[in-house]
């Protein structure tokens, strides 16, 4: 099989396509004949040993797939060949096969295409436990969503309506703002021309946001946080901006408001059955047409350094997808 490598750290551009055996499944394993995969703002930090997982040299990035199981391992219940599933990989999922845990496969719904299915379900997975588990959110509560048409903003501008907030959608151009509100936020703010702090105060009342989703980091973090309700909850979803902010501990303190990490890919592996029932909740509301996902460009397999530096230039409104040619 072809799988796209890591063979040092480094940038995209040093990766490499190579024939490599085709791997066999362990013990409470699968195989999965890959269709298409997602490409994740991760994907760029673990080729330059920059992510918290660091697999041995030499790998195939890529962490989250979609395809057919075409071999079971010893002990798996549950799966069969022939199943279409979506897989959670960490690292692996750019190749023509992969080998993954059973437990981290979810049968995906006969309507829905691999292409959509291998972008779904870590960025609606994180959103949703970052909303309901980790941020309370609560209906009628007012949600600011940081880089609103990112692959994990814009879902979460839908899950966010779909519990009932009004979603303030924050981003850095126009045409990313428009795209929120395709996607149902209420209200929008460009903090590329406007003050955040100011614009969010007023669209408020001076109240502030009870909630706030934040993938971005970097400069945005402070006035953001400057904006928060009493009470409120501002969730640390990741670092897309480049650096990790340092918020003053006093904000917290006056506003009487928690920071709160956000780690999906450690709750999938902790609460199995509360992570299962947020899956299964995504997909009847996919099903019922109450979500839909933005892809914004297919890439095909031999681009797929390309399509991680698009991710990493921050050029893709919503998902980015390889399509294998299998």
């Known amino acids: ?61 890529g962490s989250e797939a979609a395809g057919v199981v075409d071999a079971v391992g010893e002990g798996v219940t549950g799966l069969r060949v022939g199943d279409r599933v979506a897989a959670m990989t960490t690292w692996g999922a750019f190749a023509e096969e992969v080998v993954v845990p059973a437990a981290r496969c979810f049968a995906i719904p006969d309507a829905m295409p691999f292409d959509v299915a291998s972008g779904f379900t870590m960025v609606y997975g994180t959103s949703l436990h970052a909303l309901r588990q980790r941020g309370s959110l609560q209906a009628g509560e007012t949600l600011l969503v940081l880089g609103a048409a990112g692959g994990v903003g814009l879902v979460a501008v839908e899950i966010g309506k779909q519990m009932g907030a009004r979603v303030i959608a924050a981003a850095s151009s126009e045409e990313k703002l428009a795209l929120a509100r395709a996607h149902g936020a209420d209200e929008t703010v460009n903090y590329a021309t406007a ?85 299964e909740q995504l997909y009847q509301w996919y099903e019922a047409g109450a979500l839909r996902p933005e892809i914004s460009r297919h890439f095909a397999f031999e681009q797929g350094a390309e399509a991680i530096r698009w991710i990493m230039d921050r050029k893709a409104l919503g998902k980015v997808v390889i399509e294998m040619p299998n």
């Open 1 to 61: 099989m072809r799988a796209l490598m890591c063979e040092h750290h480094g940038p995209p551009e040093d990766l490499v396509l190579r024939d490599t055996p085709s791997p066999e499944p362990g013990p409470g394993e699968v195989r999965l004949r890959v269709k298409a995969a997602s490409v994740n703002f991760p994907d760029g930090l673990i080729i330059q040993n920059l992510y918290q997982t660091k697999p041995p040299l030499p790998f195939s990035p």
């Open 195 to 279: 003050d955040l702090k100011a614009a969010v105060k007023e669209l408020t009342g001076g109240k502030g946001a009870d909630v706030i989703y934040d993938p971005v980091g970097g400069a945005l973090a402070d006035p953001a946080f400057r904006t928060i309700a009493w009470d409120g909850r501002y969730l640390v979803i990741g670092f897309a901006a480049g650096d990790i902010p340092a918020i003053p501990l006093n904000l917290p303190l006056v506003k009487g408001a928690a920071i709160v990490g956000v780690f999906w890919g450690a709750f999938l592996a902790r609460d199995k059955e509360v992570n299962a029932a947020n899956i």
